[in-house]
Nanobody
């Protein structure tokens, strides 16, 4: 079984940056697609972006040009670099992957963008 753990969240001022990490244990995710979702209070969960096993990325329009997903297969980790953060980026961020036909989620990490 694979487990995912997110880290790197916190409080940041508008315009600031954060880098979230999604580290897998129990199995390698180097050939697996990994995605990031976020959920703000009172709102539906939103897909932020994904990275394939080959490294191809895609993003929701609201974060294009500001967020970048990358992966370090040696560390079994996927990153979400978030720049030019806005208050509307405030949410709990979750990573996920698919393992043997089942979706596996991390526990989430809180990102708060506020002055």
């Amino acid at each position: 079984q694979v487990q995912l753990v997110e880290s790197g969240g916190g409080l940041v001022q508008p315009g600031g940056s954060l880098r979230l990490s999604c580290t897998a244990s129990g199995s390698s995710i180097r050939f697996s697609a990994v995605g990031w979702y976020r959920q703000a209070p009172g709102k539906q969960r939103e897909l932020v972006g994904t990275i394939t096993g080959a490294g191809t990325t895609s993003y929701v329009d609201s974060v294009k040009g500001r967020f970048t997903i990358s992966r370090d297969n040696a560390k079994n980790t996927v990153y979400l670099q978030m720049n030019s953060l806005k208050p509307e980026d405030t949410a709990v961020y979750y990573c996920y992957t698919n393992y043997r036909g089942a979706r596996v989620w991390g526990q989430g990490t809180q990102v708060t963008v506020s002055s």
